[in-house]
């Protein structure tokens, strides 16, 4: 089956400074998008970031970055000048075998934001 | 405005009374899926379909049922619900999103306790 991991289960930041959320995925796609969501408290969940697998160039979205490793099969969440708005769980995403629109979900990190 | 609909958000009921919550969305996807959403364990798949009469078991179909009579409706019904049916479920439809990559979009939720 295939798995998406996140490691960390939470982790913490000072406002104003960077952080890094990990992400490995196993899937034996070869052209496949990778996501990252956002969920506050709200529950919504919304889109933070998506990464094109056959592009060389890492993925930016104001201050989220990606880090994506093809080969390691890494896919890195950098969040820059953390915001309290940024506190919450966050989830990377995968493709399954057998086509790109089923998603694996990894298990969830909580961020929390310290002012 | 695009978006995915759920209802209800929030259901409190009793084990083994049959219940349906509804979704719809409103962007012509082909493709829309259940997920629960357990502490610890992320977003686990129960059911999608790639279109109209067309419906497949996820990771944790058990417990539900789902049909696809139009391609903007996908509801979840759950026949002899139990306690460990007591989740929150995301209902999602994807279909192509900026710049072609196809992404989830997700309905804000429905919070279902068993007693």
Redesign the interface.
């Known amino acids: 089956a295939q798995t998406v991991t996140q490691s960390q289960p939470e982790m913490s930041v000072q406002e104003a400074e960077t952080v890094t959320l990990s992400c490995t995925y196993d899937t034996s796609e070869s052209d496949y998008y990778l996501f990252w969501y956002k969920q506050p408290p709200s529950r919504q969940m919304i889109l933070v970031i998506r990464q094109e697998a056959y592009k060389q160039q890492n993925a930016t979205e104001n201050r989220f970055s990606v880090n994506f490793q093809k080969a390691a099969k890494s896919f890195s969440l950098k969040i820059s000048d953390s915001q309290l708005g940024d506190a919450a769980m966050y989830f990377c995403a995968s493709p399954i075998e057998g086509g790109s629109e089923k998603l694996v979900f990894g298990k969830g990190m909580k961020l929390t934001v310290n002012p | 405005e695009a978006q995915v609909t759920q209802n209800p958000r929030y259901l409190i009921t009793v084990t083994g009374k049959k219940l349906t919550v509804t979704c719809s969305q409103n962007m012509n996807h082909e493709?829309m899926?259940w997920?629960r959403q357990d502490p610890?364990?992320?977003?686990?798949?129960i059911y999608?379909s790639?279109n109209v009469e067309v419906t497949d078991k996820g990771d944790v179909p058990e417990g539900y049922k789902v049909s696809r009579k139009e391609k903007r409706n996908f509801p979840l019904i759950l026949e002899s619900p139990s306690p460990n049916q007591t989740s929150?479920y995301?209902c999602?439809s994807?279909g192509p999103?900026l710049a072609g990559?196809?992404?989830?979009y997700?309905g804000?939720?429905t919070?279902l306790t068993v007693t």
């Open positions: 493709y899926s997920y610890g364990l992320g977003l686990r798949q999608y790639m929150l995301f999602a994807s999103g990559a196809y992404e989830q997700f804000p939720g919070r």
